[in-house]
């Protein structure tokens, strides 16, 4: 037969949904239509209409299809948070509805609700605390966001700002949150407090202003100890501040100024502290007589207190020195004259009874009686001056109102010696028979750690049978005093060198002498290699064996292939491995290569495990030819080693400046070396290190223009000039914790300490024109990290 008219709808998806507003619900919705009998229609027209929310339905006509089934399009709800309805017609029957809840958006905005612009005592808390509501984009509370309230600002920024109690609070329903409690501090002033909600960039700010508390005291501000010619107005009208409990000045307080002493009047006697707290008098007149005046201020329960004034017979015209001047004495001592000045009047006259004030200006020292009044012979004099503990000029002012003040001078020397110390120069190690690195050092201070000149030392060899020249030393201006060298024993092992100077404990420094052979340096070419240019790679091996003479503990690990590390190194290393390759990189003239550590020990220094030298053969053939080979090879195998490339690695800081246009080397052993080679006339900072060049030079050579032929610059010298291996950079390895030969230096100085750049007419330089070195890796206790 023939489907009936529809006689029932049946909601199948969409009623009851979640979501934002202002977003498309996920599930569209979907009926049923079907006749009294429950046959399915097809073809009948559905109309979807929003009542309540205001939001849109695309294609609000719709007809079932086959199965009765149809399909509104997508339900967008509107901006309203809450319920909104979707209207549903079918011909011949009710219209019915579809709900769908509206939740608030992500949160847009946070406005102020309360606690702006108050005022509260300081210290206390504010009447209405600081509250927010937070918002979607459509205006909608926005719920359960957590919002922190925190003090932001307060007029003293080395005071509290304040304390918010219960900081964190979570938005109500109504999109609200508040601080529990917002306390000021003790500053009278502005304060403001800020609420961060969760998700937005921008605070909002609450601002309150701290008024003073309870007046509690009464000081002195100003006017004190005066001086004026009797019957005449002294100079500055006395003053008073009035504070709370925290310091802060009380505005509005009657204050009454009364002379009590000398004679005298005041106009203006009362007045009422300003802003700040204080009040000051109109003017206070001295009374007829020469002599002591005085005058108080009270105020209602805070007591009063008293100024005096000296009115004297005539007004004082001069201040003189008279005794105390330029003296010396120890630091922490009184100087032996007491500083003294005369007070006369503008015609030489002594003047009795003017006040003066004697103060400390620098030095740190301390008086005693540093207010006196000059006697009949206008003279007066601080009770004591102790000048301050450290060494240097010490100052001290004498002023009298209403002329220039004098100054006094006095110079602290040293105390007696108290501390001898060690400086610089204990547990060096270095081959046996040779001078350490480093001369021993010590630093004699006294009581307040001040350096002491001119103190004996003598340093005294006590252990391993070495010897010490220009022993007998004195300190000099900065309480250093040294030996000019101290070569370890024939015997490998310990040797102790004591420093010893009169009344003082003695200095012992150690120094480990090792014997030659101890450091090994293998060599393993990965490409084959002309014989005639893998001699000159094993006679550099062998040089630097002479130069690093300590033995470095055995690593037993596995290092894998990785980085510039070309195979996986599993049977050990003693002490250093270097992987060499010969290839073509780009032809004769440019570049030569690289070279620098592939493993690095992190243990007992920031000693290489493994490393490559990888060069092109064009420029090796070159260099061969030109004489010059040697020297290059000696010089790419240095920055194996780590010259130039563990200067900062793990506990090591020596290059300070890397990329700036002055870096330099701050080891102690190569700034000695450095002055040893001519490098004493130029100011900190020594050694510098390259700031022209590549990557592959700048930050890890000696500067040319300083260093000149230098092998360890990043220009080599042709010419038949010579390119030594100086002290500086053999130093330099030392500082790196390398037992080191100092002795295996080249005779070398210094081209230009100053760094005058360029060069003599005729001389030939090459650049050695290198890739920047590999990244390193550590290797830590447990292997490679």
């Known amino acids: 037969g023939v489907p009936d008219a529809p006689d029932r709808v049946t909601i199948l998806l969409g009623d009851g949904q979640t979501g934002r507003v202002g977003t498309e619900l996920p599930i569209r919705p979907t009926l049923l239509v079907a006749d009294r009998f429950g046959n399915l229609l097809e073809g009948v027209p559905v109309a979807f209409d929003v009542k309540v929310g205001g939001g849109t339905i695309e294609g609000g006509s719709q007809v079932s299809g086959p199965g009765g089934v149809v399909v509104a399009g997508p339900w967008t709800l509107g901006p309203t948070a809450g319920i909104q309805t979707l209207e549903v017609q079918v011909p011949g029957l009710d219209p019915f509805t579809l709900d769908a809840v509206a939740e608030p958006g992500p949160p847009a905005q946070a406005l102020a609700q309360g606690g702006g612009l108050?005022?509260?005592?300081?210290?206390q808390e504010v009447p209405d605390t600081p509250r927010v509501r937070v918002e979607d984009v459509f205006g909608n509370p926005v719920p359960d966001v957590l919002v922190t309230f925190s003090p932001s600002g307060s007029p003293d920024m080395d005071g509290s700002p304040g304390v918010i109690g219960g900081p964190n609070s979570v938005t109500d329903e109504m999109g609200g949150a508040s601080a529990g409690s917002w306390t000021l501090g003790t500053r009278a002033g502005a304060y403001s407090a800020t609420a961060e909600v969760d998700g937005l960039a921008e605070k909002v700010t609450f601002f309150a202003t701290a008024t003073a508390d309870t007046p509690v005291g009464l000081a002195v501000q100003a006017g004190n100890d005066q001086t004026a010619q009797f019957g005449?107005?002294?100079?500055?009208?006395?003053?008073?501040?009035?504070e709370d409990q925290y310091g802060n000045g009380v505005p509005q307080v009657p204050v009454d100024f009364e002379v009590v002493d000398g004679g005298g009047s005041v106009s203006g006697g009362q007045v009422e502290t300003g802003w700040d707290g204080t009040a000051a008098v109109g003017s206070w007149t001295l009374g007829p007589n020469p002599g002591l005046n005085r005058l108080t201020a009270s105020a209602s329960g805070l007591g009063s207190v008293t100024f005096q004034a000296t009115g004297l017979s005539a007004p004082p015209a001069a201040l003189i020195k008279v005794a105390?001047?330029?003296?010396?004495?120890?630091?922490?001592?009184?100087?032996?004259?007491?500083?003294q000045v005369k007070v006369t009047d503008q015609l030489g006259s002594p003047i009795a009874l003017v006040p003066v004030q004697f103060s400390v200006l620098s030095g740190g020292g301390t008086l005693v009686q540093g207010e006196a009044f000059t006697d009949a012979d206008g003279l007066a004099a601080v009770g004591s001056w102790t000048l301050g503990t450290e060494v240097g000029p010490n100052t001290l002012s004498a002023s009298v109102g209403g002329l220039d003040p004098v100054t006094f001078s006095a110079a602290g020397t040293p105390a007696p010696p108290e501390v001898l110390w060690m400086v610089a120069g204990d547990g060096q190690s270095v081959l046996v028979g040779t001078p350490v690195p480093i001369p021993p050092s010590v630093l004699v201070l006294d009581a307040f750690g001040n350096p002491v000149p001119g103190?004996?030392?003598?340093?005294?060899?006590?252990?391993?049978?070495?010897?010490?020249?220009?022993?007998?030393?004195?300190?000099?201006?900065?309480?250093?005093?040294?030996?000019?060298?101290?070569?370890?024993?024939?015997?490998?092992?310990?040797?102790?060198?004591?420093?010893n100077s009169p009344g003082l404990p003695p200095a012992v420094f150690l120094a480990t002498g090792t014997e030659a052979g101890g450091f090994d340096l293998e060599l393993e070419y990965q490409t084959p290699v002309d014989p005639s240019i893998s001699m000159v790679f094993e006679d550099a091996a062998t040089r630097w064996e002479g130069i690093i003479v300590g033995d470095i503990p055995d690593f037993g690990g596995t290092l894998p292939a990785g980085g510039c590390q070309p195979v996986t190194e599993g049977g050990g290393i003693d002490d250093l491995k270097i992987y060499v390759t010969v290839r073509a990189i780009d032809g004769s003239g440019g570049i030569l290569g690289r070279a620098g550590p592939c493993y690095y020990r992190t243990v007992g220094g920031a000693f290489p495990l493994t490393g490559i030298m990888e060069l092109d053969e064009a420029d090796l053939l070159d260099l061969q030819a030109s004489g010059l080979l040697q020297d290059v090879i000696v010089h790419e195998m240095g920055h194996v080693l780590g010259f130039g490339t563990l200067w900062n690695a793990s506990a090591n800081e020596l290059l300070v400046g890397r990329g700036t246009n002055d870096p330099y080397f701050v080891g102690v052993a190569a700034v000695l070396a450095f002055d040893a080679a001519g490098g004493s006339i130029r100011n900190d900072p020594k050694v510098p290190v390259e700031n022209t060049g590549g990557p592959g030079t700048r930050d890890g050579h000696w500067r040319e223009s300083v260093h000149d032929s230098e092998l360890m610059t990043g220009w080599i010298e042709g010419g038949g000039v010579l390119n030594p291996l100086s002290g500086i950079t053999i130093a330099s390895f030392a500082d790196m914790g390398y037992a080191v030969n100092m002795t295996a230096a080249d005779p070398y100085s210094l081209f230009n300490p100053l760094g005058a750049p360029g060069k003599g007419p005729g001389r030939d330089r090459f650049f050695i024109q290198e890739l920047p070195p590999p990244v390193p890796i550590p290797v830590g206790p447990g292997g490679v990290r």
């Not at 009208?237 to 009035?242: E, M, N, W």
């Not at 105390?324 to 500083?339: F, I, K, L």
């Not at 030392?457 to 220009?470: E, I, P, R």
């Open 455 to 499: 103190v004996p030392v003598n340093f005294v060899v006590t252990a391993g049978g070495g010897s010490v020249t220009g022993g007998s030393s004195v300190t000099d201006l900065e309480g250093l005093a040294g030996p000019d060298a101290w070569v370890l024993g024939p015997s490998a092992g310990p040797n102790g060198l004591t420093a």
């Open 118 to 123: 108050q005022t509260a005592t300081v210290g």
């Open 232 to 242: 005449t107005q002294v100079p500055e009208p006395p003053a008073v501040r009035i």
């Open 324 to 339: 105390g001047d330029g003296q010396t004495a120890q630091v922490g001592t009184d100087v032996p004259t007491r500083p």
